[in-house]
Every structure is written in C-alpha cells, then in structure tokens.
C-alpha cells in the first residue's frame, strides 16, 4: 500500500464568473474570474494508491460512486498518473460539509481537494500555480479553491498559463456570503455541459469582450474595499452570466421564483443603505454578500423570505491544505 494523503479545501463564490470554455477538454476559460474562498463549508478528501485495485474507487458522503462520477474522478487521476509516471489504482474517499449540485460549487472545493491530496499521494510537490493548473482540469472554477483567501482565475492562452493567483489574503475584507438555500435538488443541467451552450446565446460575445472591464472594476474596489463600487460590478456581471444562460439554446434557466424574490430585496435592502448585493452561479440559489456587520440581522431576514429553506454563511478562508 502507499502513504495516503488527506486535503480539505473550500469551495468559492465568484464576483466575475467564468461561464463558457475556448477549450472544454482543458477548460481554458473564455474570460478570467475573480472569487472568495468560504469557510465553514468544505471538502474533506483522501487518497491512497493500491496496487491490488483493478480499477479507481470513488466514495462520495459515504456512498460508493458509479457511472459518471466515478468516471470525471478517474479521468482526473489519469492526468495525474501521466504526470508522475505511475501505474497504480487508487482510493478516493471525500465528504462535502454543504449540499452538493446546488449551485453551492461542490466542484471547485472537490477538485481542489482531490488535486492536492492526489498529486503528493502519487509523489509529486507541485508549487501553488501548478496545482491549480491540476485542479483546473477536474472543474475550472477549483483553480481558484486553491490559493488563499480572494482569487483572480488568469484565463491565460494555454494549459501551462491559465491559473489562479491570490490577489488578496483571507483577512483584507470582512466579507461575507450568506447563502440563502432555495433548493438544495441536483441542478438540471450541471455546468461542464451549460459552458458549452455559451456560444449559442447572442450576447455571449459582448460579455466576453467587455469582462476585463468588469475584471478591472472588481480587483479596485476589491483591494480598495470599495463596497458600493464593488455591489454594482458584483450584480452586472451576475446578471449577464445569466442573460447569458437564458438567451442560450436551448435556453438555461436555473432561477426559482424565490430567486426573483431574493434578489429585490437584496437591492432594495441596499437602496436603505445596507452594505448588500447578491449573486448567482448555475442554480437557484442567492448569495447574499454583505459586510460582516450586517450579517446578524441579515441571517435572519433572509430566512424570513418565501421559499428559503437555510442560510449557509461563510467568510473568507483559506486555499487548498494538506492535513496530517
Ligand atoms: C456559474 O467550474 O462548475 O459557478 O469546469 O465544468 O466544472 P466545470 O464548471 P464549473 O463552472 C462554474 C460556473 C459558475 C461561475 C463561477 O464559479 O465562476
């Protein structure tokens, strides 16, 4: 048997998404993003190589994966496999702290997870760049689950320079997500197959072009802690990822009623002065980003709303570790 190596890592919540791929086997993004790590929800991954096995296993919240789950994890160790000259099955065994396919991003803390604890269970060290260079091929937006704190995803042009780079430490900003649960159902269409529908929407062209803008915006009023700067490029770039999804065809649209509902009052909470704004990845779900001095009241407001089921709220965390 070999050493076995356990990882944690969190997922993430972009404030510039990432939707569609020049390239769907590498995902190499049409555009660069920008996210924050959230603590308080994890993925707890480990793996052993065996050289009994005759094929990988994949234990996923305690029950054995097959089919399709199992397959995007073994191809994800075949990469690793190639990269260190190794011959070897493994073990994957990884538990999620929050509901998986919820548009709570399991992927991104998943592969985040599974690309640390895989590459140094097959002995390789990779440095911080070339992990998430790793984790980026499981699922693209965990290139940006494994550097610390607020993440910028540098689309880049190749494998070699698409990646995740900190641009600020988990303690710059007290930031706060707090998730309101809508649904906590497998999302239709997952996001590996809405990526490949960017194209066909009229718009996506558009939001392509003008995201280093939005990029920009958000870096700025990221490193100046510009709240109100950063709730208006937040809220854009939300709402055109899903003009985005909705004019697409077949058309995506991932938005329950009480998402409708949530995201007025987010707004109009913020016309009162409140230091609110919401965005939405690929499900019902809102994220609520708020300073942490609004969060008491918020929880609770939030959880009053119609339709809201829980409220999940992280701030900002760590990237991807190693346990002992
Ligand atoms: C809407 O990273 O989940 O959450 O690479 O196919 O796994 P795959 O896609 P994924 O896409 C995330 C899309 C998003 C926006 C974002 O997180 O940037």
């Known amino acids: ?11 993430n ?11 769907d086997a590498l995902r ?6 920008i996210s924050m790590n959230l603590s308080g929800m994890e993925s707890l991954t480990t793996v052993q190589f065996d050289e009994t096995l005759e094929q990988d296993t994949f234990e996923l919240n305690g029950e054995m994966q097959s089919g399709v789950s199992l397959q995007r994890v073994s191809q994800f160790l075949d990469h690793v496999r190639r990269l260190a000259g190794l011959n070897r099955y493994a073990h994957v065994s990884s538990t999620n702290s929050f509901p998986t396919g919820a548009g709570i991003a399991s992927s991104a803390s998943a592969f985040a997870a599974l690309a640390l604890a895989v590459s140094k269970a097959a002995g390789l060290d990779l440095n911080q760049k070339d992990l998430s260079r790793l984790a980026r091929l499981g699922s693209g937006s965990a290139c940006r689950s494994i550097p610390d704190g607020f993440a910028e995803w540098l689309p880049g042009e190749d494998d070699e320079n698409s990646y995740a780079i900190s641009i600020a430490p988990k303690d710059h900003w007290d930031l706060m997500d707090a998730v309101a649960v809508v649904s906590q159902e497998h999302k239709p269409i ?5 990526h490949k529908l960017a194209y066909t929407s009229p718009l996506n062209a558009q939001r392509v072009l003008d995201a280093p803008e939005r990029l920009k915006e958000c870096r700025e009023a990221l ?10 490029v937040v809220e854009l770039d939300s709402n055109y990822m899903h003009a985005v999804m ?5 058309p995506l649209v991932y938005w329950e009623p009480a998402t409708e509902v949530l995201l007025w009052q987010v707004w109009q909470w913020r016309k009162q002065g409140h230091a609110v704004c919401a965005t939405v990845d690929a499900g019902p779900n809102v994220h609520v980003l ?12 939030l959880l009053e709303l119609p339709g809201v089921k829980n409220v999940l709220a992280g701030k900002p965390a760590d990237g991807a570790r190693l346990l002992e």
């Open 190 to 194: 997952g996001s590996s197959a809405g």
């Open 290 to 301: 708020a300073l942490a001095n609004e969060l008491e009241w918020l929880q609770k407001a």
């Open 1 to 11: 048997m070999h050493p076995k190596f356990t990882a944690i890592a969190h997922p």
């Open 246 to 250: 909705r004019t697409s065809n077949p």
């Open 13 to 23: 919540i972009a404030f510039i998404k990432y939707w569609g791929n020049r390239d």
């Open 223 to 232: 490193l100046g802690r510009d709240f109100s700067r950063f709730a208006e």
């Open 28 to 33: 190499l993004p049409l555009n660069g993003s």
